[in-house]
């Protein structure tokens, strides 16, 4: 008997492997196919579920009205040699962005509602007692190589796919910015390097002063690098 037990568990086990998916209901923040809830905090699926959104059509869209986020969509800029924007939308935001209403494609968008929330608000408060009211940023789509260099491979400003921050502006009417306060001993310096930190969890590449003088005067967001956080 005790040899025919492993043949009798057997079909037990293929039942159990094939019931369990259906039986076991994981939360939408544990489950891999489910939408992204963007006023929810950035959890260890935030980052795959972004990049999910930009290989599937209508997933961001999705996402914004399964959030009760409104969303400003603007015609498709079909891809031609590298520069275009598959979903183009205005940057949905509560802060005032100088210049106004900047076009992104979707999926940073909604890395950008993630971020305001649960990064650059809690970094703001917790540095400096206050929230952050504008953004200072020095543009989104640029059709143009990395660094501009000829024969590179194309920014992924060419496909609005990143935005560059100079600078916020503070509920008092201060103004924090690079680089004048990346270094700074005090509460500004401590807020960038909080808000530098935050963006990690959400964008895929984020660049700053520490990466290279090329960035000296702001921070590079972007949904489609390599995964560096300096
Ligand atoms: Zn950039």
């Known amino acids: ?17 094939l019931l369990l998916p259906r039986a076991v209901v994981l939360p939408p923040a544990w489950d891999p196919s489910a939408p992204l809830d963007l006023r929810a905090p950035p959890g260890f ?33 079909p891809l031609r040699e590298g520069c275009g924007i598959v979903e183009p939308v205005r940057l949905a935001s509560e802060l005032r962005f100088l210049p106004s209403a900047p076009v992104v494609n979707c999926p940073i968008a909604a890395a950008w509602v993630v971020f305001e929330r649960h990064g650059l ?21 640029n059709c143009r190589n990395v660094y501009g260099q000829e024969g590179g491979r194309r920014s992924q400003h060419a496909t609005a796919n990143a935005i560059d921050i100079a600078g916020f502006t503070l509920a008092d009417g201060r103004s924090v910015g690079l680089p004048r306060d990346w270094n700074a001993p005090d509460q500004a310096g401590d807020f960038l390097r909080r808000a530098r930190d935050a963006a990690c969890r959400v964008f895929a590449t984020v660049l700053g002063p520490d990466y290279n003088a090329a960035h000296r005067d702001h921070f590079h967001l972007d949904r489609g690098g390599w995964g560096t956080c300096r």
Do not use: D, N
Not at 1 to 17: D, E, F, I
Not at 121 to 141: D, F, I
């Open 1 to 17: 008997m005790r040899r025919w037990l492993p043949l009798l568990l057997l079909p037990l086990l293929a039942a159990l492997v």
């Open 121 to 141: 608000q809690p970094a703001a408060l917790a540095s400096l007692g206050q929230r952050v009211t504008g953004v200072r940023h020095l543009g989104t789509y």
């Open 45 to 77: 699926l935030t980052r795959y579920k972004l990049s999910r959104m930009a290989r599937e059509p209508g997933a961001c869209a999705a996402a914004f009205a399964l959030s009760g986020i409104p969303l400003h969509q603007l015609p498709p800029q």
